[in-house]
């Protein structure tokens, strides 16, 4: 669906104009590092947040299917990343699948941060979801997260009721599900910027 149309949306009463904040108060990933030794920032940014463990090879499938659903038709967008949080030690097996997603991929929003165990699932404890998350580090689930850090997802699905996130095993819930809320979420923000260029 266009996002035209979801700014249309946007401006009348529709009820599910809106993706609705589940959690504020998410903790930051500044404390985790990339391959350089840097640190990002969630703030600021419309967020794919996803915990893929210590054996990123073995679960791709994940980066896999969100790549090509998500991020291929969103990474345009100015304030929209990619954020992959994995063990500390993972770093050859992300320079594997990089290689394999760049054949077709601007790599440019995607960010692979590494942390302990113990971070990992302080972190992911932040989200006060249902979900939880293994030894390891590793959930299926993708999460968005707006740009005052808070996380997004749907109060009344026709599945899961409250949904926290979307399981990205499997290409079904992103295409059906995700692809539409982060439509959303990028629509609330370019009308709230477009409302005030004609403040100003």
């Known amino acids: 669906m266009p996002l035209v149309f979801y700014l249309l949306l946007l401006t009348g009463t529709n009820k599910f104009a809106k993706l609705p904040v589940l959690n504020e108060n998410i903790e930051d990933v500044t404390a985790f590092k990339n391959s350089t030794g840097s640190s990002i920032s969630l703030e600021g940014k419309i967020s794919i947040l996803c915990f893929l463990g210590d054996d990123l090879l073995t679960v791709k499938n994940n980066a ?3 790549n090509e659903k998500i991020y291929k038709h969103f990474y345009k967008f100015k304030d929209f990343q990619f954020v992959v949080v994995l063990q500390e030690g993972s ?3 992300v320079k594997e699948l990089i ?3 760049k ?3 601007d790599m440019q929003k995607w960010n692979f941060v590494y ?17 939880s998350i293994d030894d390891n580090g590793y959930s299926p689930y993708a999460f968005i997260i707006d740009k005052d850090m808070h996380l997004r997802g749907r109060t009344d699905d026709e599945d899961e009721g409250l949904m926290y996130g979307y399981n990205a095993e499997t ?7 995700m692809v539409d809320d982060v439509k959303v979420v990028i629509a609330e923000y370019r009308l709230a910027l477009k409302k005030n260029k004609r403040e100003i």
Do not use: R
């Open 64 to 66: 896999l299917n969100l």
């Open 103 to 105: 054949v077709t991929t």
């Open 91 to 93: 770093s050859d097996q």
């Open 115 to 131: 942390g302990s165990q113990q971070q990992i699932k302080d972190l992911f404890n932040s989200l006060k979801t249902n979900l």
């Open 99 to 101: 290689k394999q997603l």
């Open 171 to 177: 290409v079904a819930p992103i295409h059906g599900k």
